[in-house]
């Protein structure tokens, strides 16, 4: 079973996550992503998608153009877990 973090194991993740933020509505880290255009938002959703089904956790996403909004959060433990943490530091690096 996945653990989730405490607040306190949150805010420390986020001094490591650049742009991403927590939005305690959702139990889940949140970031926006803005890219040249379409194609590379594209591009980066597929990239992430491959990371992602590697790791067995799926971000809940929303792109529109450009953009790509995502939310992490690790359902069966009801918040943010580590699994989040290493896919968001993972989202960053390939962003």
Known sequence: MVEKLTS??????LTRLESWEFQPDRQALYREFRFADFVEAFGFMASVALEAEKADH??????????????????????????DVRLAARMNALA
Request: glycine share 4%.
């Open 58 to 83: 799926h971000p809940e996403w929303f792109n529109v153009y450009n953009k790509v909004q995502v939310w992490l959060t690790t359902h069966d433990a009801d918040g943010v877990s580590e699994r």
């Open 8 to 13: 306190q194991q949150v805010q420390e993740a």
